[in-house]
Structures are given as structure tokens and as C-alpha cells.
């Protein structure tokens, strides 16, 4: 092997030990492990990974950032203390934390999409004045009867609490200029709109205030078999009971609009004949419970059935309310911006890392720039020698042919 050959590889072959080099040791420089198992930034102020052994465990108090994922699947942590300098926390931070029973939440300014998805025996948790939204899904299937949303809360997704069976009553602190609660329900500020109803509620008494019950406002209740609608409720917007197992529904007479509700069919709606209960009921061939009748209707049956309406009952009550506002559902469903370094989540909701070497400023590591530079040396020594070899046995060749 000719000296110039030698001297390339063994550039491609320092480069690539250099580069292994530089890695493990940006790696090691930049992050800290505590004897708690807490990995956290060279600074002390990003919570990274954590391996420790679990139990009641308390975030380190340099901590204001906590990455998504962090404590992901991990069944062995019952409880967890945030510090007060922590203010941010990851989307999925304890996502599938099985055993994680309470939480204080320290001083987070959010509560993320999937923060405790899955935490199957959370019971408990104090949402800190410094939270102004809670996320998609942030609290589905928990085990907690009741929560408070403080007045700092300004947008909440009507999905956060999904699947949470035990849910009875959501308590909105008063000053809340977004939301409002009647009957353990979340209402808008005014009260005038129906927003969510907790799984868990086997009974609902609507404000008298309401005039509007949103889409998705009963999505999933599955206690409740009946339901009275007040007399100030004109509009059931699309979808509201989408999901629900109530089978009789009373629906008065000021009731002008009730849009398409997918996934819920009652086996009886009471209501007068010739408003737009009776148009929906035997639009979806429901039977339909005469309570009286219309004030443009003279028609003094005590019963009837979808059978024997006419064809002026037939279509016109089933159409969406275009006109209904839809409802505020705040952070959007699925993936929201998570915050805290260079980390990211994945679709599985793993917690993954760039993986590109940096400075603790971002900045890529200058070694391994050299690195780079003395692979690139290398392989231009051995492109140069293999081109020198090719003009040299061309030269041969064409002397032999001479010859």
C-alpha cells in the first residue's frame, strides 16, 4: 500500500474515533445525573430523563423545565413534587404512569395534550393559578371524582378529561372570566352555553341560564339514562350527546334547532308535536312521546310515532344549526408545541433527542467540525491517489503499446 493510501485511511480512521469521542463526551458534559436518577442539563435547569427507582419522588428544585416523555410508562411513581421554579411541563410527561396517585404541580403555566394519559389511579390533583389551558386528553382515564379550575384558566379542550368514568362535578373558581360551573358542568363565563359534562354524572340539572348545549357536551356520558331539557334551551348544536347512553330525552317546545348527533340514537324523545323534536325523531325513526302541542298546532294527540307522521315531519328538524356558534374547545386536539431544549416526541409518544452534537448554546461542537475536516482530508488524499495510480497505469499502457 503506497504511503499516500496509508496516511488517507488512517485520517478516515481517526475521524470516525474522534467523532465517537466527541459525542460521548458532549454528551457527558452537557448533562448531569443525580443520585436520585434525575438527568438533568449542565445548567440543572432542563429535567431530561430519569431512572431512579420511583416511589414518591421530588423534581430537583434548579428544575424549571420538564421535557415530554420524561416519566412516560414508568409504573413504579406514586407521587410527584414539582418546585416552584418548575413552570414548564412536557406534553406526555406521565403519560401511562399507572400507579401515580397525586401530584402538586408546582408553578406550570400549562397543562399539556396527554400530561397524565392513562394515570389510571390519579385522584388527585390541585391545578396551580399559574395554569392558563389544559390540553387535549391531558386527564384521560383518571381516576378522579372531582377537579377545580382555577380562574386563570382561559382555555380548556373539551376532550381533557375523556374517559375519566369517575368524574362527577368540575368546580370552576369564580373570577373565571372564561368558563363557569353549575351542577359540577362547565359552562361558559355567562352560563348561556353548555360545554362539557363529566362522564361520570349519572344526573344533570341545565342551568336555566342556557340557551345553547355545545357539540360534544355529553360526549361519552354513559350514567345518565335520562334527560330534561329546559325551556330556555333553543339550540342542541351537532354531536352534543355524540357517544352517550341516554335513552329518553325530554326536549321542550323552544327547542327551534337540534343538529345531527353521530353515535346516539334515545329510544324515546317526549316532546310537542310540530316543533323540532318531533321532526327529529321522526327523521331518525324514533319514537316520539306527544306532551301537547305547538302553538301553531291544533293537533290534540296524546301519542305518536314516527310512523304515523306526515311527510311535513319528516326532514326539516334533522338539519345542523349553521348559524350555532361553535364552541371554544381551546388547545387543539393532537399535537401542540412542546417546549424544553432540543427534545422531541414522538408519534408513539416516546421521548426522543437530536442527535446531532451541540454546545450547551445550540451551537454544533467545533471538534466536531474538525472531525469532519480531517475525513474530508482523508478520503481527498485517497481520491488523489487513486487518480495519480489511474494516470500511471494509463502512462504504462500506452508505452507498452508503443513499444
Known amino acids: 500500500m503506497k504511503k499516500g493510501t496509508r496516511i488517507g485511511w488512517l485520517l478516515v480512521a481517526l475521524s470516525i474515533v474522534l467523532s465517537v469521542w466527541v459525542i460521548t463526551s458532549q454528551h457527558s458534559e452537557a448533562n448531569q445525573t443525580t443520585t436520585d436518577g434525575f438527568e438533568l442539563s449542565d445548567d440543572g435547569t432542563e429535567l431530561i430523563s430519569y431512572a431512579g427507582s420511583g416511589g414518591s419522588i421530588t423534581i430537583p428544585s434548579t428544575v424549571t423545565t420538564i421535557d415530554a416523555g420524561v416519566f412516560s410508562d414508568d409504573t413504579t411513581i406514586t407521587g410527584v413534587t ?11 410527561a406521565f403519560a401511562g404512569c399507572t400507579a401515580l396517585s397525586g401530584v402538586s404541580l408546582g408553578n406550570i403555566t400549562a397543562i399539556r395534550a396527554n400530561t397524565f394519559y392513562g394515570c389510571t389511579s390519579l385522584s388527585s390533583v390541585t391545578i396551580p393559578s399559574t395554569v392558563t389551558s389544559i390540553g387535549y386528553r391531558a386527564f384521560y382515564n383518571t381516576s378522579m371524582s372531582g377537579i377545580t379550575i382555577p380562574s386563570s384558566v382561559t382555555s380548556i379542550d373539551l376532550k381533557a378529561f375523556e374517559e375519566s368514568k369517575n368524574l362527577t362535578n368540575i368546580a370552576v373558581s369564580s373570577g373565571n372570566s372564561t368558563y363557569s360551573s353549575v351542577d359540577g358542568c362547565v359552562y361558559n363565563a355567562s352560563s348561556t352555553r353548555l360545554l362539557l359534562v363529566p362522564e361520570g354524572k349519572s344526573s344533570v340539572s341545565i342551568s336555566g341560564s342556557a340557551t345553547t348545549i355545545a357539540s360534544s357536551a355529553f360526549n361519552r356520558c354513559q350514567s345518565i339514562a335520562s334527560l330534561t331539557v329546559p325551556d330556555s334551551i333553543t339550540t342542541i348544536e351537532s354531536d352534543a350527546f355524540s357517544g352517550s347512553t341516554i335513552s329518553t330525552i325530554t326536549i321542550p317546545k323552544t327547542t327551534t334547532s337540534i343538529g345531527e348527533q353521530s353515535g346516539w340514537t334515545p329510544a324515546v324523545i317526549y316532546g310537542y308535536e310540530g316543533t323540532a323534536a318531533d321532526k327529529y325523531a321522526a327523521a331518525h325513526s324514533i319514537t316520539f312521546i306527544v306532551l301537547g302541542t305547538d302553538d301553531n298546532n291544533t293537533d290534540n294527540n296524546n301519542t305518536n310515532t314516527n310512523s304515523n307522521n306526515t311527510a311535513d315531519n319528516t326532514n326539516t328538524g334533522a338539519t345542523t344549526d349553521t348559524s350555532a356558534t361553535t364552541p371554544t374547545t381551546g388547545l387543539s386536539g393532537g399535537a401542540s408545541t412542546t417546549s424544553g431544549g432540543s427534545s422531541n416526541v414522538a408519534a408513539d409518544g416516546t421521548h426522543q433527542k437530536d442527535a446531532t ?14 472531525c469532519a475536516a480531517i475525513f474530508a482530508g482523508g478520503i481527498a ?8 495510480k489511474a494516470i500511471y497505469t494509463s502512462i504504462r499502457h500506452e508505452d507498452d503499446l508503443d513499444d
Open 82 to 92: 414539582l418546585s416552584s421554579a418548575t413552570t414548564s411541563l412536557g406534553e406526555g
Open 357 to 370: 452534537p451541540t454546545t450547551a448554546d445550540g451551537d454544533i461542537d467545533p471538534r466536531f467540525i474538525l
Open 381 to 388: 488524499i485517497l481520491v488523489n491517489g487513486r487518480r495519480k
